[in-house]
């Protein structure tokens, strides 16, 4: 995957700060056009001034024509700090994500780019609505940044290898990886987590002892591990430095603290749902790890995705 044309979402009042700068290096080192684009959130207090006074359009128009300005003179100062990007400005009216991922399609963005935190999120790890909406409903992978970035020089990416229908989205989440650590000079891991399923019944009702249910335990992991080495295989020249891992036990345990234990600086997540986020490769716990993840977050859906916002009835 190329990332040529990013979009670049900033919300009315919303500064350029730290994270929104890791974006651009990003876009910077891959000679990217990058579109930004506002999004003014269509009110019904709008349609109840143009019943008073007839002039709610007038309204809207200014506004629009105020903040394509102000977004036209943010451009024109991050281009005099980004050499080698090529900046565009785009102001649209609607619900935030649903106009974001109908500029990404109608720009063939390969990647939106989000910062999604605001002062008034409580926790540091929390990423809004409009955030998780993306996630879901987006062709386009998404791109969550951290709040307060770093240099990107570790990655984790996780596959789900339970599915024999996942392989070629297995494959198709690693080559994006790979991409992007070339991109930004960073390792790779190559993370699955699973869980011992069936250790409780074999303890129960079948007989196994200890040392049986350990020595599965081992074979099981032993496969998963060799699983892990086939999707590499097809990378084995890479330049980039990649390491398989297998972790065991609750998804939404073991991985955020895998993550932040070894200092992760960005994971890579899929989505194989088309309703909702808990489709996640992880499993049905994705949503809510994802909030207990306080480093950038990139999510990818399948090539075979069909954007509901986009698809016509």
Not at 275 to 302: H, Y
Request: net charge negative; aromatic share 8%; proline share 4%.
């Amino acid at each position: 995957m190329t990332f040529t044309q990013l979009l670049v979402p900033i919300a009315p009042g919303q500064e350029i700060d730290d994270s929104h700068h890791q974006a651009f290096q990003f876009a910077n080192k891959c000679s990217a056009k990058v579109t930004l684009l506002l999004v003014i959130k269509e009110l019904a207090e709008f349609k109840e001034i143009y019943h008073l006074s007839g002039s709610s359009l007038n309204v809207l128009d200014k506004a629009t024509h105020h903040l394509k300005n102000d977004l036209e003179k943010q451009a024109r100062t991050l281009s005099d700090q980004y050499s080698n990007i090529r900046f565009s400005t785009k102001v649209r009216v609607g619900t935030p994500f649903i106009e974001i991922i109908k500029e990404a399609d109608e720009s063939d963005a390969s990647m939106i780019i989000i910062n999604s935190y605001r002062q008034s999120k409580k926790d540091a790890c929390e990423r809004g609505s409009n955030t998780l909406n993306l996630m879901r409903k987006s062709e386009a992978p998404i791109w969550s940044l951290s709040r307060v970035p770093s240099s990107i020089r570790n990655v984790v990416v996780a596959v789900d290898l339970t599915n024999d229908e996942y392989q070629d989205f297995n494959a198709q989440l690693l080559s994006m990886a790979i991409d992007f650590c070339s991109s930004v000079g960073a390792s790779l891991t190559l993370c699955h987590v699973w869980k011992f399923e069936s250790e409780g019944f074999l303890r129960d009702w079948s007989g196994y002892s200890d040392i049986e249910i350990a020595l599965i335990a081992k074979e099981m992991r032993k496969e998963r591990l060799s699983r892990l080495n086939a999707l590499l295989e097809v990378h084995k020249d890479s330049p980039i430095k990649i390491e398989p891992k297998v972790l065991e036990g609750e998804t939404r345990e073991v991985f955020p603290k895998y993550v932040a234990d070894y200092k992760m600086d960005l994971v890579i997540l899929g989505s194989m749902s088309r309703s909702g986020i808990s489709g996640f490769v992880l499993g049905n716990t994705a949503e809510a790890m994802i909030n207990q993840l306080d480093c950038s977050v990139i999510t990818l859906k399948p090539d075979t995705f069909s954007s509901p916002v986009l698809t016509k009835p």
